[in-house]
């Protein structure tokens, strides 16, 4: 029986959990346990939390998928086996997929506080993932950039969405009142801390693909409540605020590259 070494076993782990993580998301949507996908359950059970953005925001989970297996396929190359970047990686990015799987199950079972739980697992394999790629920070190849950092970062953007949403969900399950504040001002509350994250990885980090994916949710939060202005004003704004710090950090960019 062949043996295979540290890299290889690693390669195809990896690759393994990211594909099964893909399968599992399919199934969940074409044969949900209890009935109900996870957004219909959004769009019921939650219906209330306005922070949810409009349906067709989850979408984005093509691209992210897309650049899933893309990252699957290239890391699990043979020539790849001892590539750096690729052996930084560990096995953060199947901690997450295995984590994703899991909470599926329990969001679609509705055992919701369990899921946050798996939320915040997912959430914290990535963003060791990032820190530990330094990703848009330390100089790599365009294939890496493309195919490691830009998929890595979408992946952590959402998910910081989605476990915003997560806890707001859980909360609004077990009928918390909030310390009195009422609903839209939490939300706007909500909607300022992720923007504020969002800007910090932008101006220190100038990764566009993490700020893009803050100002795609915020757009869809606001067509979502097109009915409630205040909600409509404030994620309009914050995306504006994001883009132009994103022109700001291309500028600057830009600058640096023609000095040096």
Same mark, same amino acid.
Do not use: C
């Given at each position: 029986?062949?043996?295979?070494?540290?890299?290889?076993? &690693?390669? /195809?782990?990896? @690759? *393994?959990?990211?594909?099964?993580?893909?399968?599992?998301?399919?199934?969940?949507?074409?044969? =949900?346990? %209890?009935?109900?996908? !996870?957004? %219909?359950?959004?769009?019921?059970?939650? &219906?209330?939390?306005?922070?949810?953005?409009?349906?067709?925001?989850?979408?984005? /989970? $093509? !691209?992210?998928?897309?650049?899933?297996?893309?990252?699957?396929?290239?890391?699990?190359?043979? &020539?790849?086996?001892? %590539? =750096?970047?690729?052996?930084?990686?560990?096995?953060? *990015?199947?901690?997450?997929?295995?984590?994703?799987?899991?909470? !599926?199950?329990?969001?679609?079972?509705?055992? @919701?506080?369990?899921?946050?739980? @798996?939320?915040?697992?997912?959430?914290?394999? #990535?963003?060791?993932?990032? #820190?530990? #790629?330094?990703?848009?920070?330390?100089?790599?190849?365009?294939?890496?950039?493309?195919?490691?950092?830009?998929?890595?970062?979408?992946?952590?953007?959402?998910?910081?969405?989605?476990? +915003?949403?997560?806890?707001?969900?859980?909360?609004?399950?077990?009928?918390?009142?909030?310390?009195?504040?009422?609903?839209?001002?939490?939300?706007?509350?909500?909607?300022? +801390?992720?923007?504020?994250?969002?800007?910090?990885?932008?101006? %220190?980090?100038?990764?566009?693909?993490?700020?893009?994916?803050?100002? /795609?949710?915020?757009?869809?939060?606001?067509? &979502?409540?097109?009915?409630?202005?205040?909600?409509?004003?404030?994620? $309009?704004?914050?995306?504006?605020?994001? +883009?132009?710090?994103?022109?700001?950090?291309?500028?600057?960019?830009?600058?640096?590259?023609?000095?040096?």
């Amino acid at each position: 029986m062949m043996k295979l070494d540290r890299d290889t076993l &690693r390669q /195809w782990i990896n @690759f *393994i959990a990211i594909f099964s993580a893909f399968g599992m998301n399919i199934y969940s949507n074409l044969a =949900p346990p %209890e009935g109900l996908t !996870v957004g %219909e359950l959004a769009n019921t059970v939650f &219906r209330n939390v306005l922070i949810i953005p409009a349906n067709y925001a989850f979408a984005i /989970w $093509g !691209v992210i998928y897309l650049g899933l297996i893309s990252l699957a396929i290239y890391q699990v190359l043979p &020539r790849n086996k001892t %590539e =750096p970047h690729l052996q930084q990686m560990g096995y953060f *990015i199947t901690i997450s997929s295995l984590a994703q799987i899991i909470w !599926v199950f329990l969001f679609q079972y509705q055992f @919701f506080a369990l899921s946050g739980l @798996f939320m915040l697992i997912i959430l914290l394999s #990535l963003i060791a993932l990032y #820190l530990r #790629l330094d990703i848009a920070k330390k100089p790599v190849s365009k294939k890496n950039k493309w195919l490691v950092n830009i998929p890595i970062s979408i992946y952590l953007a959402w998910i910081s969405i989605a476990t +915003i949403v997560n806890m707001a969900s859980i909360l609004d399950y077990f009928n918390w009142d909030g310390w009195g504040i009422n609903g839209v001002a939490w939300t706007v509350i909500m909607l300022t +801390i992720g923007t504020i994250i969002a800007l910090i990885v932008t101006l %220190e980090r100038k990764d566009v693909a993490f700020a893009g994916v803050f100002i /795609w949710a915020l757009i869809a939060i606001a067509i &979502r409540h097109l009915d409630q202005m205040i909600l409509v004003g404030t994620a $309009g704004g914050l995306g504006i605020l994001l +883009i132009l710090s994103i022109i700001s950090s291309l500028k600057k960019s830009k600058h640096s590259t023609v000095n040096n």
